[in-house]
Nanobody, 125 residues
């Protein structure tokens, strides 16, 4: 059974930090690029961070560039999203997703095969 388990969300004050984790199982994690997406209440889902299957390549949305950092540990089948200098506008449910691609990052949402259940991040002002 394929699973992507996102965790690490919570309530934090503006300027604070959180580290999200996404633990994968049931598929060959090394062959998959990972994306972090978020959806705020009443808004469309947006991609915020993307990392290649090897972890060598990352890409960030302008809204989080310089504040968020994605990394992965393929030995642990886990991807991380370190979020610093959080802002109230970062409040959303954060999802991780996996796309079968070994040669870079994947930006297109419809290329993702597997999605996690989401973890809530709330940033208070």
């Amino acid at each position: 059974e394929v699973q992507l388990q996102a965790s690490g969300g919570g309530l934090v004050q503006a300027g604070g930090s959180l580290r999200l984790s996404c633990a994968a199982s049931g598929f060959n994690f090394d062959d998959y690029a990972i994306g972090w997406f978020r959806q705020a209440s009443g808004k469309e889902r947006e991609g915020v961070s993307f990392i290649s299957s090897s972890g060598d390549t990352t890409f960030y949305a302008d809204s989080v560039k310089g504040r968020f950092t994605a990394s992965r540990d393929n030995a642990k089948n886990t991807v991380y999203l370190q979020m610093n200098s959080l802002k109230p506008e970062d409040t959303a449910v954060y999802y991780c997703a996996a796309a079968p691609f070994r040669f870079g990052v994947v930006i297109a949402t419809d290329e993702y095969d597997y999605w996690g259940q989401g973890t809530q991040v709330t940033v208070s002002s």
